[in-house]
């Protein structure tokens, strides 16, 4: 006999889907901007990096994050100093194993998919940076 609870968490998509199909909707709202995805969850002993994009002379990092029962303070829990200092040192390597972009302008930015109070993809450019 199945129980009901057992029924509602089988239809719910799992935390891997959901944030699959983010990724997937920020690439290709960056695509429509103009940028050409390098890499999708690039991955060192470090941390990773969800999505690298290039437009011009400019390399992307991005972080994407699909929240969609969080709110700005989610967001900002999600995204703390520590995960930021992951997100760059992997960059680094990054940089590091591809050194054809090292003359490219370096930003990092956030893709916020699905957060209630804000555009369904949320592009924050330069979200965050090295402190120095």
């Known amino acids: 006999m199945t129980r009901l609870s057992d029924s509602i968490l089988s239809e719910q ?3 891997r889907s959901v944030g699959n199909d983010g990724e997937n909707r920020a690439a290709l709202f960056l695509e429509s901007r103009g940028y050409t995805i390098i890499a999708r ?3 060192t002993r470090f941390g990773e990096i969800d999505i690298i994009a290039q437009k011009s002379d400019l390399l992307v990092f991005a972080e ?3 929240l969609p029962s969080g709110g700005l303070e989610t967001l900002a829990h999600e995204l703390n100093l520590r995960k930021q200092k992951r997100i760059i040192e992997t960059s680094k390597f990054f940089l590091a194993k591809h050194r054809q972009y090292n003359n490219s ?5 956030v893709l916020a998919i699905d957060v209630p109070e804000l555009e369904p993809v949320y592009h924050i ?3 965050f940076s090295e402190l120095v």
């Open 64 to 66: 994407v994050k699909t």
């Open 125 to 127: 450019e330069d979200a």
């Open 41 to 43: 969850n690039w991955r």
């Open 13 to 15: 998509p799992s935390k």
């Open 105 to 109: 302008k370096i930003r990092f930015d």
